[in-house]
């Protein structure tokens, strides 16, 4: 059972970028998948969540607008669309996966079953 996020480089300012997560030895669409990023010295950040069917999307205040989140069960992956990307988005970013996610706690680290490897997101002229 294995989660794996791709697709982290180095970007410039209003650049886009779209990560995946892929997962391995299990159906993801029974799961919640939500992305986090850690940013150095800082804590690590819910951003953005998408519930098992993909009916429910969740976004944090910082990526409103700019990030967005998408599934495709049929490929066991789940994809984060970043555009107008944004010096402060540099960050490594983990997926997560959520057997019973509880949305008012989306956000929350703690939520979710289980992590990927992160990827690293350098934004940067």
């Known amino acids: 059972v294995q989660l794996q996020a791709s697709g982290g480089g180095l970007v410039q300012p209003g650049g886009s970028l779209k990560l995946s997560c892929a997962a391995s030895?299990?159906?993801?669409?029974?799961?919640?998948i939500g992305w986090f990023r850690q940013a150095p010295g800082k804590e690590r950040e819910g951003i953005s969540c998408?519930?098992?069917?993909?009916?429910?999307?969740y976004y944090a205040d910082s990526v409103k607008g700019r990030f967005t989140i998408s599934r495709d069960n049929a490929k066991n992956t789940v994809y984060l669309q970043m555009n107008n990307m944004k010096p402060e988005d540099t960050a490594v970013y983990y997926c997560?996966?959520?057997?019973?996610?509880?949305?008012?706690?989306?956000?929350?680290?703690?939520?979710?079953?289980?992590w990927g490897q992160g990827t690293q997101v350098t934004v940067s002229s």
């Open positions: 997560a996966a959520d057997t019973n996610l509880q949305p008012v706690r989306w956000w929350w680290a703690f939520e979710y079953d289980f």
């Open positions: 030895g299990f159906t993801l669409d029974d799961y919640a």
């Open positions: 998408i519930n098992n069917r993909g009916g429910l999307t």
